[in-house]
Structures are given as C-alpha cells and as structure tokens.
C-alpha cells in the first residue's frame, strides 16, 4: 500500500493558479502510473489527469486540458497538478492516487475553491 498525502489547495478567484502536490511513501513510487481526481460537492469522483510511471506521457480530462498540467519529480516521490484560468466549476476536493486508482490508497485530498 502506498500512502499519499495532497497540499498546496485554497481560495482563488476565478483565472487564478494553484499548484497542488502530492507526497507518496510506502510503495516504490516511480513504478506506477499516477492520477489526479476531484470530487464536487453532490457529485462522484471524475478523474483529472494521469502521467507515466516515467513522466513522459500525460493524459487529461477535457474539462482541464490546455489549463492543469500533471508533472512528478521520482527522486522526492512526489506528483503535481498545476492549474491555470481556473474556474468556479473546478471547485472540488482534488485527491491524487494511482492509476488507475487503488481504493486502499484515497486520501484527505486537498480543498480548491475558485470564486467567481
């Protein structure tokens, strides 16, 4: 199992930036493929973006894509989601976990509110 612990969420106003991280222990990090979600409040869980256990291939939600790019960095064991333009409609816990994802593996995810 692999722990992973979200940051860097808060209040922005709509066309702002935020970069999120996520920290991962327990398992080797840098062999899987890693993914970023978000839950609004009154709806599931919608997938965001996804990277290579590399770094070298991306894929992301429509919704997000030309503004949030998914990066990692193996050596700290960590996965970022930065987010440009943001819009209220992103407001959202956003958790990061394998991909895809491992239930065992959800964490508190970290709030993002983009106000209008």
């Known amino acids: 199992q692999v722990q992973l612990v979200e940051s860097g969420g808060g209040l922005v106003q709509a066309g702002g930036s935020l970069r999120l991280s996520c920290a991962a222990s327990g398992r080797v990090f840098n062999s899987y493929n890693m993914g970023w979600f978000r839950q609004a409040p009154g709806k599931e869980r919608e997938f965001v973006a996804t990277i290579s256990w590399s770094g070298d291939g991306t894929y992301y939600a429509d919704s997000v894509k030309g503004r949030f790019t998914i990066s990692r960095d193996n050596a700290k064991n960590t996965v970022y989601l930065r987010m440009n333009s943001l819009k209220p409609e992103d407001t959202a816990v956003y958790y990061c976990?394998?991909?895809?994802?491992?239930?065992?593996?959800w964490g508190q995810g970290t709030q993002v509110t983009v106000s209008s």
């Open positions: 976990n394998l991909y895809p994802p491992d239930n065992k593996n």
